[in-house]
């Protein structure tokens, strides 16, 4: 099977796949050899969820990451689903005696969870058989497995479900399906279920409704059995303005070489899907409640250097109209700019100071203006590029302006202006260092 390095991921900044890579739904683990793995719905079109094959990211260092396409597929090229040609949703990924099973979900019809295995956490995974839910046909399944080696079967959209599953993990005990573990109602359960224990205690971890009247957010709730009752804990991440047409989140938590991060995802092309897997490090208070991390630009990596190529897809929030979206196969700016939108990165840190910045746009039919604030949407101005018009938002240009104000450490907010709709392109952005 083949296998790519990600070079342009050396800084670990988010997101974690590069322009035109679409993996969603993460869930993450950290396997025998020490590495993390990621297992996520790869999307394909903004017109409908997920697609019909699971690609693999892993890495050593949350800096550079590998894709391992097609590990599992329900149609075409290595269709290890006899029964079904349906796209596949939300994966896990659990590993026992020298073996990795991968639990999959397909979007229709009678039998939509199964298992397959492998011996590699790379797949490929084979032998895809369902999984009999008794009648309970629902999405996104977690396999939790506790101290004492007890596998628990975890699935379910607005109440999840949780079993026990028998010893070879491709079988639920069905006597003890246990449903509205959490729900929609008590705890703003959603879907997307993942378990972690931490000092004894349980955390369930899914898409959560608690705000904005979507499932937004990353929550927990908390308990002292893989049953419950659980408690509602709180946010782990939302991601909530990451796009103008964003949706859902759906992730994970893992530890990682002593630090806890939580994975996530966030929407492109102003629309539901063309998700991108994302991660923040996270804090456990003294109490076993979890701080809400922020969504960002840096990620797992720390403050980013402004002296290197700041790609603009990478924005980790968008205000009004503007979208991330593909120019090319390989390529993704800001596109359908209008007056008064915004975009911000979080955090660079500029030390003693830059002079100047350099931006890669494609200019519209009107001229506009890129406004550069620090810390808010509405921070201080450190520098104005002068956008010509007269342009086909196809051909770029490089323009500069002279930078005031910055060191230290702050988020960039690109702050825009102009006439009409699509008013120009941002392709990328770099800041350079004050002469000495």
């Not at 058989?129 to 699935?155: H, R, S, T």
């Not at 076993?288 to 990478?314: F, H, V, W, Y």
């Amino acid at each position: 099977m083949l296998a790519f390095i990600l070079i342009a991921q050396l800084f670990g900044q988010n997101p974690i796949v590069p322009p035109g890579v679409y993996i969603a739904d993460p869930s993450a683990h950290v396997w025998p050899d020490g590495k993390l793995y990621i297992y996520g719905s790869r999307d394909e079109s903004p017109k409908y969820y997920c697609s019909w094959r699971h690609d693999v990211l892993s890495t050593s260092d949350l800096k550079t990451w590998t894709i391992t396409p097609n590990a599992f597929a329900s149609k075409g090229a290595g269709d290890e689903v006899s029964y079904s040609d349906a796209p596949l949703y939300a994966p896990d990924c659990q590993y026992r005696n020298g073996i990795y099973y991968l639990f999959y979900c397909i979007a229709s019809g009678k039998n939509t969870e199964g298992v397959a295995t492998s011996k590699s956490p790379l797949g490929p995974f084979t032998g895809g058989k369902p999984i009999d839910l008794k009648g309970i046909n629902e999405i996104d399944p977690c396999v939790f497995i506790d101290d004492d080696g007890q596998a628990y079967y975890i699935w379910g959209q607005f109440q999840a479900k949780v079993a026990k599953m028998k010893p070879d993990l491709t079988e639920i005990d069905q006597a003890t399906i246990h449903d509205n573990v959490v729900t929609e109602k008590d705890h703003f359960f959603h879907e997307g279920g993942y378990m972690i224990k931490r000092n004894g205690i349980y955390y369930f971890i899914y898409a959560d409704m608690s705000r904005s009247g979507r499932p937004t957010c990353i929550g927990y709730s908390t308990g002292k059995s893989p049953f419950g009752p659980f408690t509602y804990g709180g946010v782990i991440i939302d991601n909530d303005r990451c796009d103008p047409g964003n949706w859902n989140n759906h992730g994970s938590v893992v530890e990682f070489k002593g630090q806890w991060y939580v994975f996530y995802h966030r929407a492109t092309h102003n629309s539901f899907t063309m998700r991108k897997a994302c991660v923040e490090p996270i804090e456990f208070r003294a109490d076993g409640s979890i701080k809400e991390a922020e969504m960002t630009t840096q990620g797992a990596s720390g403050p980013l250097n402004p002296l290197i190529k700041m790609d603009a897809e990478r924005a980790c929030l968008l205000h009004g109209n503007v979208r991330i979206q593909a120019c090319t196969v390989d390529n993704e700016v800001l596109a359908g700019i209008k007056k008064d939108d915004k975009a911000a990165y979080k955090y660079f840190d500029f030390g003693t100071g830059v002079d100047s910045l350099i931006v890669q746009v494609a200019p519209g039919m009107n001229p506009g203006k890129i406004d550069v604030a620090i810390d808010t949407p509405w921070g201080e101005s450190i520098g104005i590029i002068e956008v010509p018009g007269n342009g086909d938002g196809k051909i770029q240009k490089t323009l500069s302006c002279k930078i005031m104000g910055a060191s230290g450490v702050h988020a960039i907010w690109l702050r825009f202006s102009g006439k009409g709709d699509d008013v120009f392109n941002v392709d990328w952005f770099q800041f350079k260092q004050i002469d000495k």
